[in-house]
């Protein structure tokens, strides 16, 4: 089991930076596949970007591609979201999630396909 806490979001003006950290707790955060999913008010959880378990393998949404890079350092269990450019339709409650696999080049796009899941952390963008 892992437990996942999100920090870094704030609000930011557009054109602007932030980087998210989810830090995971446990000596196995290598075992997981891991994402960052995105909600805004009145909408459904969507996918922002999934890392394999070492990192080899990534693959982001088209409304951030470009913009935005994740990564992990599982020396420090800790995965990252570097946003980049960022717009007022990037504003939402960021989450990271992890699920445990055997396949180190998997990366998973769906929010039921991960089982664990952190609090979140808000981003807002201003115009």
């Known amino acids: 089991q892992v437990q996942l806490v999100e920090s870094g979001g704030e609000l930011v003006q557009t054109g602007g930076s932030l980087r998210l950290s989810c830090a995971a707790s446990?000596?196995?955060?290598?075992?997981?596949?891991m994402g960052w999913f995105r909600q805004a008010p009145g909408k459904e959880r969507e996918f922002v970007a999934a890392?394999?378990?070492?990192?080899?393998?990534?693959s982001d949404a088209d409304s951030v591609k470009g913009r935005f890079t994740i990564s992990r350092d599982n020396a420090k269990n800790t995965m990252y979201l570097q946003m980049n450019s960022l717009k007022p339709e990037d504003t939402a409650v960021y989450y990271c999630?992890?699920?445990?696999?055997?396949?180190?080049?998997?990366?998973?796009?769906?929010?039921?396909?991960?089982?664990?899941w952190g609090q979140g952390t808000q981003v807002t963008v201003s115009s």
């Open positions: 446990g000596r196995t955060f290598s075992s997981y596949a």
């Open positions: 890392i394999s378990r070492s990192g080899g393998r990534t």
């Open positions: 999630a992890a699920e445990r696999t055997i396949y180190t080049g998997d990366v998973y796009y769906s929010a039921g396909e991960y089982d664990y």
